[in-house]
């Protein structure tokens, strides 16, 4: 008789206090191809999950003969990077980070087998649903199998295309001697494509409904106001209407109590007078100092680039040991502990302990810059990084991949946009904060700034003005810019 490649036995298990099987027995030949169906609820992914040893029972026996692998309904690959790096995925956990030529030419001559080798190294998410299925069964086949699991792998297709995939699963079962346990919501499908059906069935579920809403239940209808009637949109007018005069009010309040005490006619005439002063003329525009300015501003951006890049190098580690999805509870509370008392001293204290501790001089201003920066720049990151969807990290640590693997591989891809936007975006405050650096010896343009000021000459001050907010635009492009080029 031949040893059955998955048994489960009396198998009882319990998620969130509340008990999903109950005294579940199943038992699988090799290359069979069996499929779990019944309402949503019933246990059918948790079956999958058994097999595959992301879960344990809480009684009972589950034996497994050979690797698994799984395919989802979601897919679960890192859509920024292309169908042959997800595919190299599957073999990772043998071959490492770096895949040797002979795991590359297999995850090609996978994908051209599936027909996919005119798509090998496109990005994922520019694939169509069924391309993306299909490189998803690629990555699992790299892992070398002997049993398949498949999460309602059709899910996200339409019909052509899931018989199209049943299909070729038929067809890899056989060719590669799989063994297939899937859960399909069609029952249809898995009259037509598998060996054996099994229908799960919950205790506290109604009676189950074939078809494609088996299980479904409709949310409760709750009776609320819409935004859209009248009655509430007028009355958000009305609060609108009362608040803005409340604050007109209160700022003419103000303008005219300045206005009393400012003794050369107002507030307003001297606020005219000073911008005034800002605006060069044109024999000031030629007698500016255009080289002390531009080697100032050059310096300036060389302490921001160069403290970005420090703060960025200490920051994305900081980030991955403060993030609560990626680092357990005695690491990332001391680490974010530390990162907030980094970030509570302002910018102009770190710079001035940093020319206390070094002298005056640029690399003070480029220390200051790069501990305040990690204050920030770990916050947006670790921000990003909890907000992954953790299926698809989960996906890679199935397949045998490490924690950094995952975190270089999934992770980082699924967030880079997000990463590069924050970066350019403390790029831009640390050019801007470098000029108030310089006025207490830090370096930079502020040094320019202070003597300008403590001389008067304001129209020196308005062209730093313009040149900041020159830079600001053109950090703005440029963020733009590599947005589009990466997106």
Request: aromatic share 6%; hydrophobic share 50%; with cysteine.
């Amino acid at each position: 008789m031949t040893a059955s490649a998955v048994v489960l036995d009396d198998i009882a298990l319990e998620l969130g206090g509340v008990a999903v099987l109950d005294g579940f027995a199943l038992s699988v030949a090799p290359g069979e191809h069996v499929a779990l169906v019944g309402p949503s609820g019933a246990g059918k992914t948790s079956v999958l999950r058994l097999i595959g040893g992301q879960l344990r029972p809480g009684r009972g026996r589950v034996a497994v003969e050979g690797p698994c692998a799984s395919i989802h309904q979601d897919f679960r690959l890192v859509g920024a990077r292309t169908a042959l790096a997800n595919t190299l995925d599957g073999a990772r956990a043998r071959s490492g980070l770096r895949a040797t030529l002979a795991e590359r030419e297999r995850a090609r001559s996978l994908l051209e087998r599936l027909g996919l080798g005119a798509r090998t190294h496109t990005r994922v998410d520019r694939l169509s649903g069924g391309e993306q299925q299909r490189v998803a069964i690629a990555r699992a086949l790299m892992r070398e199998p002997k049993i398949l699991l498949a999460d309602e792998p059709t899910s996200a297709l339409d019909r052509d295309s899931a018989a199209a995939l049943m299909t070729l699963i038929d067809r890899l079962r056989r060719e590669d001697g799989l063994t297939v346990v899937s859960v399909l919501h069609d029952r249809a499908l898995a009259e037509d494509h598998a060996d054996r059906i099994v229908e799960l069935g919950a205790a506290s579920a109604a009676p189950a409904t074939r078809g494609a809403d088996a299980g479904h239940i409709e949310p409760p209808a709750f009776a609320t106001a819409s935004a859209a009637e009248p009655g509430h949109e007028r009355s958000t007018v009305l609060y609108a209407a009362i608040a803005t005069a409340l604050v007109a009010l209160l700022c003419a309040m103000a303008v005219s109590w300045l206005d009393l005490e400012s003794p050369e006619g107002g507030v307003m005439a001297q606020l005219a007078r000073f911008t005034s002063a800002l605006i060069p003329s044109a024999e000031q525009w030629q007698a500016a100092p255009y080289g002390s300015l531009g080697r100032a501003v050059v310096d300036t951006l060389a302490m921001a680039l160069l403290a970005t890049v420090l703060a960025i190098a200490v920051s994305l580690p900081a980030a991955a040991m403060a993030a609560r999805t990626l680092a357990p509870a005695w690491l990332h509370l001391p680490v974010r502990a530390l990162l907030n008392a980094v970030r509570s001293v302002p910018s102009l204290l770190w710079a001035l302990l940093a020319v206390g501790a070094f002298g005056l001089g640029a690399l003070a201003g480029i220390l200051a810059l790069a501990v305040y920066s990690v204050g920030y720049l770990a916050k947006f990151y670790y921000e990003h990084f909890e907000a992954v969807d953790r299926r698809v990290p989960e996906a890679l640590r199935e397949l045998g991949l490490g924690r950094t693997a995952t975190f270089l591989l999934a992770d980082l891809p699924l967030v880079r946009l997000n990463l590069v936007s924050s970066s350019i975006f403390m790029l831009e405050y640390n050019f801007r904060t470098a000029t108030v650096l310089g006025v207490v010896g830090a370096g930079g343009i502020g040094y320019e700034l202070k003597l300008a000021v403590d001389w008067g000459n304001w129209h020196i001050v308005g062209i730093i003005l313009m040149v900041l907010v020159l830079a600001v635009i053109l950090f703005d492009a440029l963020a733009s810019r590599l947005r589009r080029a990466m997106g």
